[in-house]
């Protein structure tokens, strides 16, 4: 039996993370890397039935104009990653899955991200119904020109404002009917996308804080087209951090007094968080992890600043203020200094095989088992990182 | 019903760590703290028939000529800690337990520790049979005198050196053989304190990297007078961290290139610890948990240094350098500032409670449920630091 | 010669900073502490007619109920600061001087600061002129009741919001004028003790980033009565560590090029700048020394947050990326954790013996030799640490 | 008039500092880099007679078998440093150089740097007398084909270990008789080197802790050929930061408690260092600065640990712990992540051009407005870094 051929789908498609999934699955199917950082890679998951590398096709949507090799040129240049040696093997690969790469939708993503889409067509007023049938016609094209058995669709696009649900948004009919009026303000782009994918019955990963699939028409549709989907925001960084860190806390009964976390990076994901109302939706996201896993509100501060000297390295400095017996407070400090976009992206690649494997096993809803992915995990209260792992892990055992 | 009396022995019970645990233990019975940092007061433990901070009498041996209010004090001076209010609501308890101290052993602890014990009963050169049956003789007279109906020994003096086994201590027999001749270097302090306690049916804690009761003919004592016991090296500060954070590493696949941990203290165990032959058990017993959580081995660096002006304060920085996607190395650095003491005592309550019911359940052997207080669980692998809480929470459940 | 009796007045007399100082300054008369953080207490201060701590009566403002007992009772408790024995000895002379501390004014000092006040005669309605002249009473009351040569009046209250000048504060006769209106918002409170205290020939010291006296029309009135002042924003803790890193920076001309700093502290200097308008005169004072050093603006990040368990242990957090030969990025990181009253205090001794001196010697208008000691020194464009000091030598020198 | 032709010779020539010194040269002649960490670019020395980088020819002596290519080729895989575009460019010129490096001597260099010299030659035994004249014939060599009208010497090899100095090192006339004889222990490889460059009145730079000139009979030696020098052990990371922050906690007359500094690296000169003979001798040149600024001895550790995974880049620890204001522990904790090569480069740069410009003006002897440079320099005491420079700056104002 041939393996089914498979098609990733990028939304942001030339952005830090996406490029980097995107040489990355270069480099792994030409062998010039190791697995490490694929969580899928880990001997646990041996036996489970996963696409591997090779079967994958790359395509997206982006609203700049630039391509590949200049994307891999920036992040060499300024961010100091990706040797030479390896990128000068893998550019064919980027060339070809350049040229699957159509033009998105800036539709209500608000106007810093609006700022950065220099290509018009992603400014393109339309009816809601008019972009997702835009971006319908795209993904079956790709699919159809490649042979695709199954198409993956994944959020690695910079980070909406947040948005406030209302009445249309509780039914799918009623937010179907929305989206036919001109009005850009029914739906951020993300969750367009998102119908777009759900309504064709393929998986859909929401790997940013933006709105996504977290609609309840969405969901309603979801489950009728028997798609699966998770998210939201990827937890690769301090966040990961506060949910190993935070059970420890617990599971000794320190009280944790405040948590303190600064983050500074300076990547165009960074540029967007700068505006404070598309921080918002970062931060909210960052903020509940530690009380929800201590089951108390101890004070906490989150800051996320854009320093452009530090390109694509994210750092936090955590601060962690807890009092032990006898009422004595201590201190606990940590910094991370991270990639952004090598820490997300074998988690994308990790998430795009295991949403294939559930659509393949015909799994509908939220994919409650990738908990450990994410920030906020959709349809999951737990945060404890080891808890959330325990889960993946005893699907994977059902699974094999 | 009336509930058990119960007895502490404390070895060093003029140290940091037990006049921290008896002070605590006073300030508890009168409701003057609450209990932060008690494990065994966590909701999980409820119904479990622990016994109440009320029903202890605490009792030791010690070898250095003080007393409780002289270590009360000198902590209050040095560290910074205990407030005079609630201390001064304590000194009456601690001078009672005080009289309960009686005169050690130094046999075979090196000269470090010798050096520091001032009382010359301490260093009265004997069989390791005399010195057992001192022991025991004091354990008795406590019992009796205070009509206790279980008694459990903790080990919290200063680390000895390392200890090579050999042929005499391959079982009960030759070791009792062993142990009637005018030898003092068939067994150190710490292990005749085992051999005393375990020969009596008694619990036997050792907190400290301590040979105590790891020594076959001595497990095998344990299992003919049906006694149960624990250690090794209380899991308090950089170690738990390292356990905390390593199973992280492991399932986000990272590549650990290196760990390196530097710690900085200033109490008497950091002027025990300053000996490089004390300092050798310690290193060990904190260096081996990384590659064992990992499957493999990075670079590893622990160096321990007595500090003078952090007194109680140990403060450890670690470096943990690693390979993520692509090959890009990260790096993630903490600080940990803790009191050292603080940290230690409410574990030997909890300890000691764990270890007391135990007895009463009829456990025989090494209590292997409480992997998660020690840096070198006695008989099990698991270093993970949540997947030894799963199993104490396992047992838990099942007491219930 | 008797030496003279000199009075020190305090604005915010029960606060934080002037607790400390108050105690201080007793365990000082005492003997009880040593002169370690006192500048002026170093060897090259030497010779200089400096008053000696004895010679000092305290009173002071202040807008809130409490006492010396209850300050330094409330840091003893939030802060871990102060050994009984040691304040214990001192309360005498704590009451006594608490008996000089007179109702201030919080007339224009912005909403924060007005909700901390809780006597109502400091709230009172009122012209400048009117409050001007009730400050000067209280002023006049305490030298004549205490036959004191000289009083130097130090400002150690709470940040006022920004405070925007006009053309009335161009001169001295046209803010007179304007302070006959019954319009609180002429001046803030903090440049109505300066005039207050400058009209009658009196050093005034301004140890926060208030206005104070950098008003012209104030510093005309000062050069009219031959008064000397200094100030803003006494540099204690962060800022001091850019003022000494920066030239460092600066002459192995590495190219900074960001520097980020985080704040967070818990006391009620703390609280007040929790108020962003509040907060916005320390960033500012804060944020332009790094730039005015290098000759170029790096970006740069000022963060200050409250965070209530830290109380009085302000820390903070630097992170100074740069580059290097060959275009090289590199780091340095620090962390700072100091206790802000323990920090602050000696230098308001130090600048309270200095400006009394200056007054002797007859110095009039802004003292540019005290740049050291402040964030933004009146009349100083230098901000490198040790030019500063080198011109505080070159004064002493000259002294003497 | 034609400006001067002039050398630089390096020994340990194809080390990871020297690689980097002669990739910034052709760097700054091909106007490819900018002047960014070069003290004498900086604009108080404008107007001095430096020589300008497209004056100097390059050599050195090495006792490795490699090549420029191989040595930057290795800095670019594991330091990830030096970006090929900016390589590529200067091949040709490192090429050029190259061919001008000659065998070195290990001659007593400990067995650490003997097991890395792969060249037989390096190893030859022969009288000391002998080693100097092979050094002589190449240092002449190289002047004569390249027409050079100075060569100034520069040691960047490896640390060796600390060398005793007896009655024979007293005077130039006993040292040269005892150099005759067939004894390799007379004088370590550094002053072999030392003395070959005095010899011929050219200046000699040692840029390592090693030995070097700092012998009394070469002393003597230089004075007799009018040759000057300076030393030793550059100044590039965590002394130089001790050297800053140090004068600070002394004016602010805080009483530091202990210093303690953790370094981390994982270059060649590590791998040297982790032999604890040659780690002595670095450690003691860290150690002393901070107890020569403060005037007094805090407890002081300094640990300079080899791990391989980061390369050449140094990490450094530092945690200051002090006491100020009425008894209260504070601390400051740094981190400081450099490369090393890069730091140290551009210092062996600007000490070339200024011990040229020395020799043309006919200084004679330690160089001692250099010692801003270094981490004990010799003939100075003061290591105050500010007032360092300040002795540099008052040098060069006389200059002009």
Redesign the interface.
């Known amino acids: 039996m041939t393996p089914p051929r498979v098609g990733l789908w990028l939304l942001g498609a030339h952005g830090g993370v996406a490029t980097?999934v995107v040489?990355?699955l270069a480099?792994l199917r030409r062998g010039l890397?190791d697995?490490?950082?694929?969580?899928t890679?880990?001997p646990q998951f041996d036996g489970l039935k996963l696409d591997s590398f090779n079967q994958f096709v790359v395509g997206g949507h982006d609203v700049r104009r630039t391509s590949y090799r200049q994307a891999v040129h920036e992040l060499q240049q300024r961010s100091?990653?990706?040797?030479?040696g390896?990128t000068d093997a893998c550019l064919a690969d980027l060339d070809d899955w350049g040229e699957n790469v159509r033009v998105g939708t800036v539709s209500n993503s608000g106007p810093t991200i609006s700022k950065l889409a220099d290509l018009p067509e992603a400014h393109r007023a339309d009816t809601g119904r008019a972009v997702i049938e835009r971006i319908q016609n795209d993904l079956r094209d790709f699919q159809a020109r490649h042979r695709l058995d199954q198409v993956v669709v994944v959020n690695v696009s910079s980070t909406e404002p947040p948005f406030a649900l209302s009445d249309i948004h509780s039914s799918r009919e009623r937010l179907a009917n929305a989206l036919q009026r001109r009005d850009q303000t029914v739906l951020p782009a993300s969750s367009l996308y998102a119908w777009a994918t759900l309504d064709l019955g393929w998986p859909f990963i929401n790997f940013t804080p933006s709105l996504g699939a977290c609609v309840p028409a969405i969901e309603e549709l979801a489950l009728e087209r028997k798609a699966c989907h998770c998210g939201k925001d990827g937890k690769t960084g301090e966040t990961?951090?506060k949910t190993?860190?935070a059970?420890?806390f617990a599971?000794?009964?320190?009280?944790v007094?405040?948590w303190?976390g600064?983050n500074?990076f300076g990547n165009r994901d960074g540029l967007v968080l700068d505006d404070p109302v598309n921080k918002a939706s970062k931060v909210k996201s960052k903020d509940q992890v530690v009380s929800s896993i201590l089951g108390y509100k101890?004070?906490t501060?989150v800051?996320i600043?854009y320093?452009?000297?530090?390109d694509d390295w994210k750092?936090a400095?955590d601060?962690i203020?807890f009092?032990?017996?006898?009422?004595?407070?201590?201190?606990?400090?940590?910094?991370?200094?991270?990639?952004d976009s090598?820490?997300a992206?074998?988690l994308v690649l990790d998430l795009a095989r295991l949403a294939l494997l559930s659509q393949r096993r015909g799994e509908v809803g939220p994919l409650k088992h990738l908990a450990?992915f994410f920030k906020s995990p959709i349809g999951v209260e737990e945060h404890d990182?080891?808890k959330q792992?325990g889960m993946l892990g005893e699907y994977v055992r059902g699974e094999k």
């Open positions: 980097t040489l990355g480099a890397i697995s490490t950082s694929l969580v890679a880990l100091n990653i990706f040797e030479p390896l990961l951090m190993v860190l059970p420890m599971l000794r009964n320190f009280r007094l405040s303190v600064h500074i101890p004070q501060h800051s600043e320093i452009e000297s530090m750092t400095w601060h203020h009092r032990g017996f006898l009422g004595v407070k201590m201190m606990m400090q940590f910094t991370w200094q991270g990639c090598i820490l992206a074998p450990c990182f080891f792992f």
